[in-house]
């Protein structure tokens, strides 16, 4: 690419309450410039298109590895990590949205909050008693270990949530990376504990029958983690729990 110059046309918010506007930015070419790097040179001279010095773009970073799952946004009308979006290999103008399905915080900063309390309600967490040492684990087979390091990759980066036609703002779905979630920790010897209580947590309102099968999320997760079959697995997995509470009763 030999242009001197990286087009951004940047969707903007000053604060929850206020309205979007659009801003045009240009920044000097760069080889491998990614769109965090764009973001940060535009942050050291926030100038518009025009020649107007406006305040600099807010947008959250951490990793810059597609570890974090932070910096999540729409590029190009495509939900993705920021951190790995390459500039040449981006059409330009490289148009930046903040994810629709999220509070807006400012800018490109939304509040994925709701996909950290999903994680507690269906508690995506191991149980310890205690930080003493009681020895090796139980033993997993090689195909469980290899599932569940699949499945562990998840970094609530919400790219599912965004892209999942059934999860809205006002409604109370949880969404595929809760539900994968239940299926890692179901399937740890020590976290199968808790099993019937992770399950209890997906099958009411806006659990995993309220599941529409788009499959869309599967395609947007940029770690390839396959959340069809978690979804699946947790719907058998309910189904069973449903029959069991039947029985038991």
């Known amino acids: ?89 981006i059409e330009q103008p490289v148009v930046l949205e903040p994810m629709t399905k999220f509070p807006i915080v400012r800018d490109l900063q939304v ?38 390091y699949t499945l562990s990759e998840c970094m609530t980066c919400g790219c599912c949530l965004e892209a999942c036609p059934q999860y809205t703002k006002d409604n109370s779905f949880l969404g595929a990376a809760a539900f994968s979630q239940v299926r890692l920790f179901n399937m740890h010897p020590t976290g199968a504990m808790e099993k019937e209580e992770r399950l209890e947590a997906v099958m009411g309102k806006g659990g995993v029958a309220d599941c529409g099968n788009a499959q869309v999320c599967v395609e947007v997760c940029p770690k390839k983690i396959p959340l069809t079959d978690s979804i699946a697995d947790i719907g058998r997995q309910t189904s069973l729990q449903l029959l069991k509470n039947l029985l038991m009763k």
């Open 111 to 148: 509040d994925r909050t709701r996909m950290f309390r999903a994680l507690k309600k269906v508690k995506a967490w191991v149980d310890i008693d205690g930080s003493h040492d009681i020895g090796e684990g139980p033993t997993m087979s090689d195909s469980v270990r290899a599932t569940r």
């Open 1 to 89: 690419m030999n242009q001197k110059t990286i087009k951004l046309k940047i969707k903007r918010q000053d604060n929850p309450r206020s309205k979007s506007y659009w801003q045009e930015f240009e920044v000097p070419y760069k080889p491998l410039s990614n769109v965090i790097s764009c973001l940060q040179d535009i942050q050291k001279e926030p100038v518009t298109k025009g020649n107007i010095t406006v305040n600099p773009v807010t947008w959250d970073s951490n990793c810059l590895e597609e570890v974090c799952g932070s910096c999540t946004m729409i590029i190009n009308g495509r939900v993705r990590q920021a951190c790995t979006a390459l500039i040449d290999n």
